[in-house]
């Protein structure tokens, strides 16, 4: 059985139909209560079965009219998300269940911008497939880990994003297969463009290039086009790390049993580590990590100057209000004792972030 946190309860969310007449019922239920749940919404990824999830995911190819516009076969769809799901492994964190979340994330910014009257098809089509894809094969062992341990990752890509590399050629591997290729009716050029635009976005989950693509973004605010192809290349980019990086920006019910499932996972990388002789990721320490207001230090010095920045963008979003009100809450859990030790808790090892997202204390 895959690993995540589990549920307690299931808030209007519509069960997996057993007859097909009722396969269209749940389609408009979950395409609806997945629209919803953004930031402050209950997210369904803690609840939902992997089987579940397999269908929320090819609901979200047709809400997006993908299968229509890019002729997209229902077995075919199918086959690539069995696929995908196959290629998640068991480990506490980064799942199949997480993948779901990071696309369901995905899903509803897409909604909720509007991106559909901004940005054609095949720019929806990358984001989307990237987010499923984007952590394909994790090992639960980070970049620092395989380039310290020389891991066969580390080797083949030469230290330079072992991981996000490796789950982009696993992405492609499986599109490989003409059973699982959800591109196999699209045109050459429509396929290179697609192409190229997973391998960047997947590739932009790589933490250690936050700044870069932050500062690139910013430095296009003032002047964005939609119609200007660099442009949107950046913006897909911030959404596939927004995506990547937002459990922390959902109701601490939500996201409090995710982090405990990341901090298993940092632990047993730096038990790991201590093992073979290492040098041992502080933050992953399960002797050093008792801190939680490093939680806020995250939000604050990582994920809210980059959510403020795509609320410029798309003041709809209002997400510096949520992440406020959600640093709060954290701090007044860390206050009264409620929440859970996780100090140095971040969401990946390596992060040019600044030092005070480095801080145990930043807050
Ligand atoms: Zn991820």
């Given amino acids: 059985?895959?690993?995540?946190?589990?549920?307690?309860?299931?808030?209007?969310?519509?069960?997996?139909?057993?007859?097909?007449?009722?396969?269209?019922?749940?389609?408009?239920?979950?395409?609806?209560?997945?629209?919803?749940?953004?930031?402050?919404?209950?997210?369904?990824?803690?609840?939902?079965?992997?089987?579940?999830?397999?269908?929320?995911?090819?609901?979200?190819?047709?809400?997006l009219d993908f299968t229509a516009t890019?002729?997209?076969?229902?077995?075919?769809?199918?086959?690539?998300?069995?696929?995908?799901?196959?290629?998640?492994?068991?480990?506490?964190?980064?799942?199949?269940?997480?993948?779901?979340?990071?696309?369901?994330?995905?899903?509803?910014?897409?909604?909720?911008?509007?991106?559909r009257s901004k940005m054609d098809s095949i720019d929806l089509l990358i984001m989307l497939t990237s987010a499923i894809c984007h952590d394909l094969d994790h090992t639960g062992y980070n970049n620092a880990y395989q380039i310290n341990a020389r891991t066969e990752l580390a080797l083949r890509y030469n230290d330079i994003s072992p991981l996000e590399n490796h789950h982009c050629a696993v992405a492609f591997e499986v599109l490989e297969r003409t059973e699982c290729n959800i591109f196999r009716n699209l045109s050459m050029d429509q396929f290179k463009r697609i192409r190229e635009g997973i391998i960047k976005c997947i590739l932009a989950t790589d933490m250690t290039r936050h700044n870069e693509i932050l500062?690139?973004?910013?430095?296009?605010?003032?002047?964005?086009?939609?119609?200007?192809?660099?442009?949107?290349?950046?913006?897909?980019?911030?959404?596939?790390?927004?995506?990547?990086?937002?459990?922390?920006?959902?109701?601490?019910?939500?996201?409090?049993?995710?982090?405990?499932?990341?901090?298993?996972?940092?632990?047993?990388?730096?038990?790991m580590e201590k093992l073979e002789g290492l040098p041992?990721?502080?933050?992953?320490?399960?002797?050093?990590?008792?801190?939680?207001?490093?939680?806020?230090?995250?939000i604050r010095f990582v994920l809210l100057p980059l959510f403020i920045e795509l609320a410029n963008l798309f003041p709809c979003l209002e997400m510096e209000k949520a992440l406020e009100r959600e640093t709060q809450n954290r701090a007044h859990s860390d206050v009264t004792g409620k929440s859970k030790e996780a100090a140095g808790s971040r969401r990946e090892s390596q992060t040019n972030a600044g030092p005070e997202a480095q801080r145990p204390h930043a807050q």
């Fill in 215 to 271: 500062n690139k973004f910013k430095s296009i605010l003032p002047t964005f086009d939609f119609t200007s192809k660099e442009h949107r290349d950046v913006l897909m980019m911030i959404l596939i790390k927004v995506s990547d990086i937002s459990n922390e920006a959902r109701p601490m019910e939500v996201a409090e049993p995710w982090l405990d499932c990341l901090l298993q996972e940092f632990f047993n990388q730096s038990d």
């Fill in 1 to 63: 059985m895959r690993t995540g946190p589990q549920a307690s309860w299931r808030p209007g969310v519509p069960s997996v139909p057993s007859t097909p007449s009722s396969y269209l019922v749940f389609a408009i239920q979950a395409d609806q209560c997945l629209r919803m749940c953004v930031f402050v919404c209950v997210c369904v990824c803690r609840q939902w079965e992997d089987a579940e999830i397999m269908v929320l995911l090819q609901v979200m190819y047709v809400d």
């Fill in 280 to 298: 041992v990721t502080p933050f992953m320490d399960r002797d050093k990590v008792s801190k939680p207001s490093s939680q806020t230090g995250f």
């Fill in 70 to 115: 890019f002729n997209i076969e229902p077995d075919v769809l199918h086959q690539f998300l069995f696929e995908i799901y196959r290629r998640y492994n068991n480990i506490p964190f980064h799942n199949f269940k997480h993948c779901f979340c990071v696309t369901q994330m995905m899903y509803g910014l897409i909604w909720l911008t509007d991106l």
